[in-house]
């Protein structure tokens, strides 16, 4: 856990320039990571972090952008309080959060709300601490559901802790987040609560205050309520909204901490005192308390995979990623504001476009019960909703990314359900897997066999496909076999003259990007391109291979230079979703050793140490999950209980699936550089010679789940030369009559 780097991805993408494959790759989207280095607990409800109304998170310099490398929007590091709730690696979410802001402050109070200077940043996981001028040091942890804030003032008079309830959002256009109702009540003796009523989510609150002494009431528009205890607003609007909340003031000793519990709750204030109460219990402070046990989550959570060798730089980028893999979904358990029900409630699936590939494969094997809770929350909101979400964000909207693709849900379900995770009612879950294909653009494709966007009708097809399968499972041959009709329909997307999809629009991309996704019927998809040669021709192209140098966007760039990147219809190494599975298309044209020079070469040029170590939008941990996948050298195949396996970047590796370990050991393993190490030149990749799995010799160059998920040892021998292990036979495929 001690490499772990919580400041990588804050920053804009400043990674040395790329050598030899990894060069002829254009990023087009936005050039930086948008993480934050705030408090969070592994899954849990609640983060925390210094707020500045920077974009996505609230915390940092930069501006909004889709293109290129982000404006600032500030000269230093500043905050005008710490606030919860964060996104994580996120783009356009348009869901900000930064709730409930707490202001350690001597100024008065008519100055909340402006920003003071940053300084002395530290973080780990659990912990985020910085000093605030003039001179306050500012700590943060948090556990699943509360966060304890601890101030220590410089001698003052009138040192205050100033909570605005109000907050929300980020401080650009379009970004401010405005509360429709809310109710703020002071307890006295250093207790308050409240609710807020925010984009129809019911927030609320307890908090108790370690201040002696110290007195405390309710403010309204930056000026305080005498003898007032509490706060009552009906209905709030953007014309009408004035900023208000709670202060705790008194004098305060050089070197005096004051420490803030704040419990949350969707279900009203009584459940945010129990939760408070819950996970700080009664002693006056806790802070050292709660910051211990969420290290220790930490530390069982990440050690969940273990590696072996590596540069200190490759194991810190690896350690962090996994962190960063394992901070969103956040999960409230028996809090959800719209059923009554007890039960686990996901929110920030944001979404399952950036996450379905990696990440949730990943928590399939490191955290398995809560991989089942996501299901299972997923499957309440297609009931309460009536739809499976694309993304899902604290407050309800289960169709609001149908632009980016349909019915992914169902990979996860097909996941589940062939390894035997979980408790699930499958005949429910089919119920709804079944009529959630007809929902969206699964209308047009149900009566047309064709949808456009086109990558849309891939989707379904490959949902379809996903559904027989449970379907079959579960002895309903009929229902599989009217399923099976359209997940052969996937052919329609494709122009025989090409080999590649039909023109059409495309959500970030271009039907390059999208043709070399893994389906499930790759053998069809190869002989649709003319054969292995062709097939793997085009993969060449794709990849750069040959190619000369690019030159990627800058700062704001015009529409020109954007067009000419598109242009060359390459790769978008790790900055784009629809390439991340795109390296692993070699696979099944036989031909690994592609694989593992492509997969070499981003391990190696796209990510480093450092704030801008990121080289895009870590998406809620989606692009953190493939670094992890592919430093072990396996790759999810989602929704075919399938991994591919490729040279892995560690010595040896363990993976610790529930009470199994699942072992990567190599032989001829080379210890490689990463572009943060200092490269004077490109480090040749290493190829597999051949495999063993539990003794035995693998001739395939894939594994299924279960192998995985039931515990073993994989043994790779690596050299420095491509070898002819998995050419000639290749991962399940439809049309080779062996079904994924």
């Known amino acids: 856990m001690d490499d772990i780097d919580p400041f990588i991805g804050t920053a804009p993408t400043a990674l040395p320039p790329a050598q030899g494959l990894a060069a002829t790759w254009w990023w087009p989207k936005a050039q930086i990571g948008n993480t934050h280095p705030g408090a969070v607990s592994p899954l849990g409800m609640v983060s925390a972090c210094a707020y500045s109304g920077a974009y996505p998170t ?33 783009g356009a979410i348009r869901k900000y959060y930064n709730y409930v802001r707490v ?220 962190y960063h893999s394992l901070v969103k979904p956040c999960f409230g358990d028996d809090e959800s504001p719209f059923w009554p029900t007890s039960g686990p409630f996901a929110f920030d699936v944001c979404t399952m476009w950036d996450i379905y590939k990696t990440q949730l494969p990943l928590l399939m094997a490191i955290c398995p019960d809560r991989a089942v809770d996501l299901l299972e929350s997923l499957i309440r909101v297609c009931e309460e909703e009536g739809n499976f979400p694309i993304g899902y964000r604290m407050a309800r909207g289960a169709d609001r990314f149908f632009r980016q693709a349909s019915a992914l849900t169902h990979t996860a379900l097909a996941d589940a359900h062939a390894i035997g995770l979980g408790d699930l009612d499958w005949n429910w879950a089919l119920v709804h897997m079944v009529d959630d294909l007809r929902r969206m653009y699964g209308e047009d494709f149900y009566e047309h066999g064709v949808v456009h966007p086109i990558s849309h009708t891939l989707d379904l097809a490959y949902a379809y496909h996903c ?26 997307a494709f122009d025989p003259a090409t080999g590649l999809l039909h023109d059409s629009s495309f959500y970030e991309g271009g039907k390059w990007n999208y043709s070399f996704r893994l389906m499930h019927d790759m053998a069809g998809r190869i002989a649709l391109a003319g054969g292995d040669e062709k ?58 050793d592609r694989t593992a020079e492509v997969v070499h070469a981003a391990l190696t040029w796209q990510f480093g140490t450092g704030p801008g170590g990121l080289p895009g939008n870590d998406d809620s941990g989606g692009l953190s999950s493939w670094y992890v996948w592919a430093s072990l050298g396996l790759f999810p195949v989602a929704g075919q209980s399938l991994f591919l396996v490729n040279a892995p970047a560690f010595a040896r590796s363990t993976i610790h699936v529930g009470d199994k370990d699942f072992v990567i050991e190599t032989s001829g393993h080379r210890e490689t550089p990463i572009s943060s190490d200092g490269l004077d030149r490109v480090p040749p990749p290493q190829y597999v010679q051949s495999a063993r799995l539990n003794g035995k010799p693998l001739e395939v160059t894939h594994l299924s789940a279960s192998d995985v998920h039931a515990g073993g040892t994989l043994h790779l021998e690596l050299g420095p030369e491509p070898s002819r292990w998995g050419r000639a036979t290749r991962p399940p495929s439809l049309s080779t009559g062996v079904g994924p």
């Open 58 to 90: 609230g915390y940092g310099l930069y501006t909004k952008n889709t293109e290129g490398l982000p404006d600032q929007m500030f000269d230093h590091p500043q905050a005008s309080g710490f606030t919860h709730f964060q996104q994580s690696g996120t």
């Open 103 to 322: 202001t350690p402050m001597v100024q008065p109070l008519d100055t909340l709300g402006q920003s003071w200077p940053l300084h002395d940043e530290t973080a780990e996981a659990g912990y985020y601490a910085a000093t605030l001028d003039p001179g306050i040091r500012c700590e943060i942890t948090v556990g699943a559901k509360v966060a304890v804030h601890r101030y220590t003032f410089p001698e003052h008079r009138g040192a205050r802790v100033v909570v605005d309830l109000s907050c929300g959002g980020l401080a650009i256009d379009h970004g401010r987040t405005v509360p429709l109702r809310a109710h703020v009540e002071s307890l006295g003796h250093g207790r308050a609560q409240g609710t807020v009523v925010v984009e129809g989510v019911p927030l609320s609150v307890y908090i108790e205050v370690d201040s002696p002494d110290w007195r405390q009431m309710v403010w309204h528009d930056r000026r305080l309520i005498e003898g007032g205890t509490r706060l009552d607003f009906d209905r709030i609007r953007q014309t009408t909204l004035r900023p208000f909340g709670l202060l705790f003031i008194g004098q305060a000793a050089a070197g005096q901490s004051v420490e803030v519990r704040i419990g949350f709750s969707l279900r009203g204030c009584e459940q945010a005192r129990e939760n408070l109460r819950r996970e700080c219990g009664e002693a006056p402070q806790a802070f050292d308390t709660i910051k211990a046990h969420t290290q220790a989550k930490w530390r069982d959570h990440v050690g969940r995979i273990e590696v072996e060798g590596g540069s200190p730089a490759r194991r810190q980028v690896f350690a962090t990623a996994l």
């Open 467 to 492: 559904t027989s399968g449970v379907a079959r499972a579960m002895n309903d041959v009929p229902l599989a076999k009217q399923l099976d009709e359209r997940a052969l329909l996937w052919p329609n």
């Open 535 to 592: 097939f793997v021709a085009m993969l060449d192209a794709f990849f750069g291979y040959g190619a000369a140098r690019v030159v990627q966007p800058g700062h704001r760039p015009d529409a020109a230079q954007m067009a000419v990147g598109y242009a060359l219809n390459r790769f978008e190494g790790l900055n784009n979703e629809p390439d991340m599975e795109a390296p692993w298309s070699y696979h099944y044209a036989g031909r690994p």
